[in-house]
């Protein structure tokens, strides 16, 4: 295993406006990637790229020094300038042996994630193998790793509660709306056309609400997720004069004052007199503290819903001891696993060596002798030796395999 490294920019050492930088477009890995691996005689290369790391895992049998790192980095990163380079050279992460292995499982298992617990990681070390080996990057040790890594998270996933508290507002905010058990076509008037409201209409949409109104100050942004939503786009400025009544608001925007006032909301309500629903997910709230007072709506707002966030996410840490635990049992089995496979791989000519002299053997030791037998008895004769050629292959094999794990 000493020849596994693990070549890592986090979001514990770089900002991510940096890390972004480092990506490389699915349409450049195949010659980007190919070119690294031959230029630095690596043997086998994985590149992993999401939006808080990039990580290269591969094999070589070379020693990791300050120079050969520089070589690996212009090398993937040919337009990068020497500065550059030896930036990134002083603030990566290099792992070695198990240090890699122990990394990447818990990369998988995200507990080395900017958000702990969040499940998208194993998706994306599944997919990431998936498109090195497409583009005939890795070999059989990476593949074992890989499996071994997935089998860790999922086993992570299940075994502790890492993922089970929600910590991401949309997840909490959504919990929240069906407590209430608001209808499926519920009328949504949603204000603001950012990521936080794009990701909290498209959740929205996935469970099965259909009625969104989309206001925004750019007219065209609010077009956009109208059409995603398929639903209607309004400017804000018009919003006073929208006559379409509401069961929800859910508003994110970047407005240092209050959207939202007592005569908006009364416009906005057009003489309804139902109980409401507002969402309010921005910092400073966009709803002026009088229209709750004023019209007692079930309230969600960003205030509570941190909190709420926090607490989970104290809870999640919790669990760091048992993930870690699975981890390191997780190792212990890798390292068997390797063995088995050592074994394999050294064992593998024996199968063709049995059956050359299983041919030999009849097609020329004993070969008059075999002309002289009459068709059954030649058909048994095959037989017993195809028997024993079998129980040949497999029994060493097994043994071999009990005598390297045991010592």
């Known amino acids: 295993m000493n020849g596994f490294k693990l070549l890592a920019f986090t979001h514990k050492t770089a900002n991510l406006k940096s890390i972004g930088e480092l990506h490389i477009d699915d349409t450049k890995q195949q010659t980007r990637l190919g070119h690294l691996k031959q230029a630095l005689s690596i043997s086998e290369l994985l590149f992993l790229s999401t939006c808080n790391r990039v990580e290269f895992l591969f094999c070589c049998t070379q020693e990791i020094t300050e120079r050969f790192l520089g070589e690996f980095i212009q090398q993937a990163y040919p337009h990068f300038t020497a500065e550059e380079v030896h930036d990134l050279t002083n603030n990566c ?15 998988a298992s995200s507990i080395d994630s900017l958000v702990i617990g969040e ?13 090195s080996n497409a583009m005939k990057l890795t070999g059989d040790f990476l593949r074992l790793v890989i499996k071994r890594a997935i089998e860790t998270a999922k086993q992570v996933y299940t075994d502790t509660q890492i993922a089970h508290r929600p910590v991401s507002i949309v997840s909490l905010a959504y919990r929240k709306l069906k407590d209430l058990n608001v209808k499926l076509d519920a009328r949504f008037v949603i204000i603001g056309a950012g990521q936080t409201n794009q990701l909290m209409a498209k959740f929205l ?23 995603e939503l398929g639903g ?37 309500k057009s003489g309804e007199k139902g109980k409401k ?11 002026a503290p009088e229209v709750i007072a004023e019209n007692n709506p079930h ?18 840490h919790k669990e760091l001891e048992a993930c870690h635990a699975i981890i390191e049992e997780n190792i212990s089995t890798f390292r068997s696993v390797l063995k088995e496979r050592k074994v394999e791989i050294a064992m593998s000519l024996i199968p063709q060596k049995v059956k050359e002299i299983h041919e030999t053997a009849l097609n020329t030791v004993f070969a008059k002798d075999v002309e002289k037998m009459d068709t059954e008895t030649r058909e048994i004769v095959e037989k017993i030796l195809s028997y024993v050629e079998k129980k040949y292959i497999s029994v060493p094999m097994k043994m ?6 045991e010592n």
């Open 205 to 227: 949409k996935k469970h099965g609400f259909t009625n969104f109104v989309v206001f925004n100050r750019t007219l065209s942004n609010a077009q956009k997720l109208a059409e």
């Open 277 to 287: 629903t507002i969402i309010d997910l921005s910092i400073p709230n966009d709803i």
């Open 232 to 268: 209607r786009a309004l400017p804000l400025k018009e919003i006073t004069e929208y006559k379409g009544g509401f069961d929800v608001i859910l508003t994110c925007t970047a407005s240092a004052e209050h959207i939202i006032d007592s005569n908006t909301y009364a416009a906005l």
């Open 299 to 316: 309230y969600i707002d960003i205030t509570a819903l941190q909190t709420m966030a926090s607490e989970n996410m104290k809870e999640r």
């Open 119 to 131: 499940r998208e990681i194993i998706t994306q070390v599944r997919t990431a193998y998936e498109k």
């Open 93 to 107: 992460q290099l792992y070695e042996g198990e240090a890699a292995l122990r990394h990447l499982l818990e990369v």
């Open 400 to 405: 071999a395999k009990e005598i390297l794990i």
